[in-house]
């Protein structure tokens, strides 16, 4: 987040994040979205041929395929998830966040 706080990544989220974050942080959530998360990330969603693509792609979770969709839709590098065996099914690779930054190795983050 710190990396697309500097400009120096395009970061998004999927729009299912959004309503998960509120899902378990109830309204402190929609005040972190709307006053710093949004700041820095964009909110992607598929549409209905990402969607049904994904769907018919045989992932056991819905939730999992609809951040695929909305990754595919956003053309992402990568899925960035401590999931990643759930994304076995996934077109775009889908990293840990350690992973991830370990292609970023930097002292400031």
Known sequence: MMMARRGELA???AQITLANGFYVF???FVEFSRER???DVDVVSGDSFETK?????G???LEDALQTA???AWKSAFIITRNVKDFKQSPIPAKTPADF????KRRDL
Do not use: E, G
């Not at 693509?53 to 792609?57: A, E, K, Q, T, V």
């Not at 930054?101 to 970023?104: E, G």
């Open 11 to 13: 970061a998004s989220v």
């Open 70 to 72: 909305s990754a595919v």
């Open 26 to 28: 109830r309204d402190d």
């Open 101 to 104: 930054l370990s292609r970023f």
């Open 59 to 61: 992932f056991a979770d």
């Open 53 to 57: 693509m994904i769907l018919d792609s």
């Open 37 to 39: 998360l949004l700041a």
